[in-house]
C-alpha cells in the first residue's frame, strides 16, 4: 500500500468514528478540570483506551494515562502526546456542550486534542496486525502552567515506556488556517517566563496625594518604562515580548492605596536576551522605586523552556504532511513561534516534534468564546494515525 494510498484509508477510518470522536471531544469540554485535577477526563481516557485492548497505565505524574499497542512487527516506539487539562477561564461560547464547571473552560483546545488522540488510538489498535514496533499514548496533566510534562518525566514515563519519537500537536483556530498544519525545524516556541511587582508605597486620601507615596502614580511609570525594555535595549533582530497582563490597586475612587500590583509574562527566544530581560525589569524597578520613595519588590520567575523540534525527525515529519495535507497545506515557519508550549520538556530528553494544526474558530485560544470547527477532530485523528504508521 502506497502512502497516498494510506491517506485515503485513514481518513476513511476517522470519519467513520467520527461521532465517537466528537462525542469524546464534547464531554471533555463539559466538565473541564484544572492542572492535576482531571480525574473525570483521565477515567474516561482510561475507559476508553481499554475497550481498544491497550495496556493502559494510569495516575502517571498524579492524574497522567498511558497506553501501549503492541504491532505484530518488529520497530521503532512511536509516542503520540495530548494535554488534558482546562483554564480557570469562565466560559461565554454558549455551546450547548458549554462548561457544567463555574469559572473553568477549555479554551485551550486541549478537549480537542485528547479526542483526536483516541481517535488515532482507535485507528491504530484497528490495524495492530499489520503495525511495526510500539505506539505510546500519553495523555499529559497540567500543561497550563503547571509543567505536567516535566512531572511525568520525574515519575518515570520514559523509564517505563521507551521511545524512540515523541510527536505533539495544538490545534491552533485564527493562527493557522484551516486544512494546514505548521511546524519548525530547531527551535519551534519561545522560553515562558513571569514576573511581578509589587510597589509598596503609602495612601492617604485623595484630596492630599502630598501626604501619601502613591503607588498607583509610580505603577503608571513601571508601565511605561517596561514597555521600553524590548524598544530600547534589546537587539531587533532578537525576538522578545514583554506583556503586562494584570495591573491592579486600591478599592476606592476617593482613596489612594498603599499597595499595587504588577504581573505580565516574558518571551525570548535565546538565553542573553532571557538574562538581559530580567535584569532589566529588576533595575527598572530600583530606579522607579528610588525615583518615588517606594518600595517595589520584583520576582522573576522562570517557565517553559523554547521547543525544540529535532531536525531530522521533524523533516521526515513534514514530508509525510506534505503526502498528508498537500504542499500548500504545509507551513514551514521561518522565525519561532513565540507562545510556549510544556511539550519543550519531552524534547529535551528525547528526539520530538510538534505540529499546529489550523481550524476555524470563533475566537482565538485563552478567550472566553473561543472554540472551532469540529472537522479538524476527524483530520486530526487521521493524521496522528497515518504518521505513526508511516514513520519508520
Known amino acids: ?118 481517535g488515532a488510538a482507535s485507528i491504530l489498535a484497528g490495524m495492530a496486525d499489520r503495525l511495526e514496533g ?25 523509564d517505563r515506556f521507551p521511545m524512540d519519537a515523541l510527536f505533539g500537536h495544538h490545534i491552533m483556530p485564527l493562527v493557522v488556517p484551516a486544512g494546514t498544519v505548521m511546524t519548525r525545524k530547531g527551535l519551534f516556541t519561545a522560553n515562558s517566563d513571569r514576573f511581578e511587582m509589587v510597589v509598596q508605597g503609602h495612601g492617604g486620601h485623595a484630596s492630599m496625594p502630598h501626604l501619601t507615596r502613591d503607588p498607583v502614580a509610580s505603577m503608571g ?21 514583554i506583556s503586562i497582563g494584570e495591573a491592579s490597586a486600591g478599592s476606592s475612587y476617593n482613596a489612594i492605596p498603599d499597595k499595587a500590583v504588577l504581573r505580565g509574562s516574558v518571551r525570548t527566544t535565546d538565553g542573553n536576551t532571557r538574562e538581559l530581560v530580567s535584569r532589566r525589569l529588576s533595575e527598572v524597578a530600583e530606579g522607579v522605586g528610588k525615583a518615588h520613595s517606594v518600595e517595589i519588590d520584583c520576582r522573576y520567575r522562570r517557565g517553559y523552556p523554547g521547543l525544540f523540534n529535532d531536525p531530522g525527525l521533524t523533516g521526515r515529519a513534514l514530508e509525510l504532511a506534505k503526502i498528508y495535507w498537500g504542499e500548500k497545506g504545509v507551513i514551514e515557519k521561518e522565525t519561532p513561534f513565540m507562545g510556549s508550549e510544556d511539550f519543550a520538556f519531552f524534547a529535551k530528553v528525547l528526539l520530538a516534534c510538534f505540529f499546529m494544526i489550523g481550524a476555524e474558530g470563533t475566537a482565538g485560544v485563552h478567550h472566553p468564546a473561543m472554540t472551532f470547527d469540529e472537522s479538524v477532530l476527524v483530520n486530526g485523528a487521521a493524521w496522528e494515525a497515518f504518521l505513526i504508521a508511516e514513520y519508520r
Not at 140 to 155: D, K, R
Not at 221 to 237: K, M
Request: charged fraction near 20%; proline fraction near 4%.
Open 1 to 118: 500500500m502506497t502512502a497516498m494510498k494510506g491517506t485515503v484509508q485513514f481518513l476513511e477510518k476517522a470519519r467513520q468514528i467520527k461521532e465517537k470522536i466528537v462525542a469524546w471531544r464534547r464531554a471533555i469540554h463539559a466538565h473541564p478540570e484544572l492542572a492535576y485535577e482531571e480525574h473525570r477526563t483521565a477515567g474516561l481516557v482510561a475507559d476508553v483506551l481499554r475497550r481498544f485492548g491497550l495496556e493502559v497505565a494510569e495516575g502517571i505524574a498524579g492524574t497522567g494515562v498511558v497506553a501501549r499497542l503492541r504491532g505484530a512487527k518488529p520497530g521503532l516506539s512511536r509516542g503520540l502526546r495530548a494535554d488534558m487539562d482546562a483554564l480557570p477561564i469562565q466560559e461565554e461560547t454558549g455551546l450547548p456542550f458549554s462548561s457544567k464547571n463555574d469559572g473553568i473552560m477549555h479554551a485551550c483546545c486541549h478537549d480537542g486534542h485528547v479526542a483526536m488522540l483516541l
Open 134 to 158: 510500539e505506539v505510546i499514548f500519553v495523555f499529559q496533566p497540567a500543561e497550563e502552567g503547571g509543567a505536567g510534562a516535566q512531572a511525568m518525566i520525574e515519575s518515570g514515563l520514559f
Open 221 to 241: 511609570v513601571l508601565i511605561g518604562a517596561i514597555n521600553t525594555i524590548t524598544s530600547r535595549n534589546i537587539d531587533p533582530f532578537a525576538p522578545a515580548v
